[in-house]
């Protein structure tokens, strides 16, 4: 079983920028691949970033330019830059780990509770 926790979120002006944590405890996450995802008021949960077993870094085109996902395998974390940051960005931001990789919901088998970000214009 693996718990994640996010943390780092908050509130921020438009054009700054956050680092978004991930903690794992349970099990050690170096096997599995990660990914963040946010969720925004009525919307569905979107993939934003993933990172592979072997640190190969994936993202989804509305964030490419300016979020940077990264893992630390000695303590079991993964982070998310976030740079750039606009309204539009403001959601719940979670971390969520998977056995199988990709950018589908569904195949993400752990998850965080989520961390807030809210971004003022």
């Known amino acids: 079983q693996v718990q994640l926790v996010e943390s780092g979120g908050g509130l921020v002006q438009a054009g700054g920028s956050l680092r978004l944590s991930c903690a794992a405890s349970?099990?050690?996450?170096?096997?599995?691949?990660m990914g963040w995802f946010r969720q925004a008021p009525g919307k569905e949960r979107e993939f934003l970033a993933g990172?592979?077993?072997?640190?190969?870094?994936y993202y989804a085109d509305s964030v490419k330019d300016r979020f940077t996902i990264s893992r630390d395998y000695a303590k079991n974390n993964v982070f998310l830059q976030m740079n750039s940051l606009k309204p539009e960005d403001t959601a719940l931001y979670y971390c969520a780990a998977t056995s199988i990789m990709g950018r589908v919901r569904t195949n993400y088998e752990y998850w965080g509770q989520g961390t807030q970000v809210t971004v003022s214009s």
């Open positions: 990172i592979t077993v072997l640190g190969i870094t």
């Open positions: 349970g099990r050690s996450i170096n096997r599995f691949g």
